[in-house]
């Protein structure tokens, strides 16, 4: 293990390769980092008017998305519609070759997304439905990848580890006092300084967030190991 420095910081730099790691761990250590960008693009969203949605994928039968895409997504639309119409799907999928039957069948366009450097059926399925007007309906956007893929399965992992096991919060803007919370508990009483530290108790993804003296707030998804 190597070590950097960031400001004051030092952390520990771990690098995994399939010459020491076996290709089972490297590929648990990626699906990781990919649930962990998954909740920030559900934290930061697209805008009030789309709805984000990641299939679970595994083996047909076992994934219904896979199974029965088309069965699928209607489902979803069902459920999603109790709180406003879905006046667009869009499907961005890198199992474009296994989905173009069903897809196509049941209506939606699809493109052909040219990857050179990526998978070789990636996809946008898109299916325009009549709600009224434009303004009348949300999209509904679905992303199913294929991890497993070769030209995106990682061949390495960084892990990037913080020598003390204290996390160091730090609150940029608001006004003080600051109430630190962890999956919706308080870890800190109230205090003015921007700046804080949290020893975890155990490992695994949660949400951090921060309180202001006005009731504002935000949140981050977090993986500690």
């Known amino acids: 293990m190597s070590t950097i420095k960031a400001g004051s910081e030092t952390f520990g730099l771990t690098t995994m390769t399939p010459g020491d790691t076996p290709r089972e761990q490297l590929d648990l250590e990626a699906a990781a980092i ?22 679970p994928l595994g083996e047909p039968p076992a994934s219904g998305f896979l199974a029965d895409p088309a069965g699928h997504i209607a489902a979803r639309v069902a459920e999603i519609e109790k709180d406003g119409p879905i006046g667009r799907i869009v499907v961005l999928t890198t199992f474009g070759r296994d989905l173009m039957g069903p897809l196509s069948g049941a209506g939606y366009t699809p493109q052909r997304i ?108 977090v993986r500690l190991q």
């Not at 998954?38 to 299939?55: K, L, Q």
């Not at 999209?139 to 003390?164: Q, S, W």
């Open 34 to 55: 990919y649930r962990l960008f998954a909740a920030r693009e559900r934290e930061f969203g697209f805008g009030p008017n789309v709805v984000v949605e990641y299939p």
């Open 114 to 221: 040219d990857m050179p450097a990526g998978p070789d059926h990636t996809y946008a399925f898109t299916l325009d439905r009549d709600v009224g007007t434009a303004a009348d309906g949300r999209l509904l956007y679905l992303e199913a990848v294929d991890e497993a893929d070769e030209k995106i399965r990682p061949t390495f992992v960084l892990k990037l580890l913080d020598g003390t096991g204290r996390l160091n919060l730090k609150a940029a803007g608001g006004s003080p006092p600051y109430t630190w919370l962890v999956d919706g508990t308080p870890v800190t009483e109230p205090q003015r300084r921007r700046e804080t530290q949290w020893q975890p108790r155990g490992k695994g993804f949660m949400r951090i967030s921060v309180i202001d003296a006005t009731g504002a707030s935000e949140s981050v998804s």
